[in-house]
C-alpha cells in the first residue's frame, strides 16, 4: 500500500492524481527513481489495483530500464532486489500478467 503521509494529490482537468514518491530510491539514479514515481502516479489514474502491484514490485526490488521502443521493467536480482529470475517470473504471472495492457499504457506515459 502507499504510505498515507506521503499521499499528495493535486487536480488537473477536473481530476484528482495522486503522485506518490519511488518507494525505492536508493535503486539507480536521480532519473530511473522520478520515471517510477511518474509511472506509480499513471498508474494510480489508469487502475489503482496496478498502481498497488508495482508499488511492491519496486519495493522488491524491480527496476525501469530504457527498451528499443520505451521503458520497461526489469528485476533486480541479488541482495538489493529478488531472489531469482524464477521468483520474479512467478510473482508477474500471478499479479501483472493480467494487467498487461495497463502496465503498457503506464509505461507509454513516461516522459
Known amino acids: 500500500m502507499f504510505p ?3 499521499d499528495q494529490f ?8 495522486k503522485v506518490v514518491k519511488d ?5 539507480g539514479d ?10 506509480l502516479s499513471a498508474a494510480h489514474r489508469i ?7 508495482l508499488h511492491g514490485f519496486r519495493c522488491q526490488g ?8 520505451g521503458w520497461v521493467i526489469r528485476p533486480e536480482i541479488g541482495e538489493n532486489g529478488w531472489d531469482s529470475q524464477e521468483m520474479y517470473d512467478k510473482y508477474k504471472g500471478k499479479y501483472l500478467e493480467s494487467m498487461r495492457r495497463d502496465v ?6 513516461l516522459s
Open 23 to 27: 518507494p525505492r530510491p536508493d535503486l
Open 62 to 69: 524491480t527496476r525501469l530500464v530504457r527498451g528499443e521502443k
Open 10 to 17: 493535486f487536480v488537473t482537468k477536473g481530476e484528482q492524481t
Open 104 to 109: 503498457i499504457l503506464a509505461l507509454k506515459r
Open 47 to 53: 487502475n489503482r489495483q496496478l498502481a498497488y502491484v
Open 30 to 39: 536521480g532519473v530511473e527513481s522520478m520515471c517510477w514515481a511518474e509511472l
Open 4 to 6: 498515507k503521509n506521503d
